[in-house]
């Protein structure tokens, strides 16, 4: 099938189509493209391409309108040389919720990075919700990790991004390797929010005061639209989790209040977590707190987080 049109907006420049073919070099290279639609009773998948290993389970409804889609990489890992593409779309009235049934693990390599570019547009009317799994990278991993979502000003969007560096639990610091990890959200054809992170294993950095404090998980969580109430409300909850590590900000879009006034924004929650497994249950509170608020959603947990 033919890109649908929504891969394409006037609020910015377009998200270029995957390439035909493998680029040149080592490793493997998988691309996926995903389209969402409004159907007549719930969101329907309405394109799916891709090439390599880089797969979609069939969808799901089991709250009706959304569109519960598990994404899969079956060799299970990625080494140095490696891409990842991921291309999704979501039209007008669409709602799609993705998520991945295990940790993302990138392992040492020699040499080469290891790609995995992801490429989200939300048409206006249309809601996201991107709650992927944890990237771990092994020590000696070398990553390049670029998240993009462009977003039409009435869309919704309620989105994370997990990363381990290393394996604290198995003695594993990440002494050695490179991570090279950018995200960027464009609201309406502005830049709300642009930032990289890169470090190398080893770097005081990881361990500093003034860095991830020996921390190895770090996440960051994105709601749009959001109010200074719902920021209110997600700094209230979490003070009350215990070792959280988190601070939260809200990045004002201006909106259609008297005189321009800025009515809502974007907002960014950040965490620090030394294990994996209490930065996924505060992510997921997280989530379960904001979805009523940002999408007028109970929350409605993809039952593959359950096995």
């Known amino acids: 099938m033919s890109s649908l049109p929504f891969f394409r907006s006037e609020a910015g420049p377009p998200i270029p189509s995957l390439p035909e073919q493998q680029p040149a070099g080592q490793g493997w290279y998988a691309r996926l493209e995903l ?3 409004a159907g007549p009773d719930c969101t329907v998948l309405r394109h799916r391409r891709h090439a390599g290993p880089l797969r979609v389970q069939r969808p799901f409804h089991p709250e009706g309108v959304p569109c519960h889609t598990y994404l899969l990489h079956p060799p299970g890992g990625v080494v140095g040389g490696d ?5 999704v779309g979501v039209a007008g009235g669409g709602h799609a919720l ?6 993302a693990k990138f392992y040492r390599s020699a040499g080469p990075l290891a790609h995995q570019r992801q490429s989200f547009r939300v048409a206006a009317g249309g809601t996201l919700e991107w709650l992927p799994a944890l990237n771990i990278l092994h020590g000696g991993a070398r990553v390049a990790l670029r998240n993009r979502f462009e977003l039409a000003p009435d869309a919704r969007l309620l989105a994370w991004d997990l ?32 930032e990289r992170l ?7 950095m990881l361990k500093a005061a003034w860095g991830l404090q020996g921390r190895g998980y770090l996440a960051t969580l994105l709601a749009a639209p959001a109010t200074p109430e719902t920021l209110v409300a997600l700094r209230s909850r979490l003070r009350q989790v215990p070792g959280a590590v988190f601070g939260c900000t809200l990045l004002p879009v201006p909106g ?7 009515l809502t924004g974007l907002l960014v929650c950040r965490w620090l977590a ?15 707190l904001l979805r009523p608020l940002v999408l007028g959603r109970e929350p409605c947990l993809p039952r593959i987080w359950s096995t």
Do not use: K
């Open 256 to 262: 259609p209040g008297p005189q321009g006034q800025t």
């Open 163 to 194: 990363l381990g560096l290393g394996r604290p639990g198995s003695g594993d610091g990440f002494e050695s390797g490179h991570c090279d990890s950018s995200l960027q959200v464009r609201i309406g054809g502005r830049a709300l929010l642009a």
């Open 98 to 103: 993705l998520t991945t049934p295990a940790a």
């Open 198 to 204: 890169r470090t190398d294993g080893g770097d005081p």
């Open 274 to 288: 030394a294990a994996g497994e209490a930065l996924w249950e505060s992510m997921v509170e997280a989530w379960a």
């Open 35 to 37: 389209g969402f639609e």
């Open 83 to 87: 891409r990842l593409d991921l291309e």
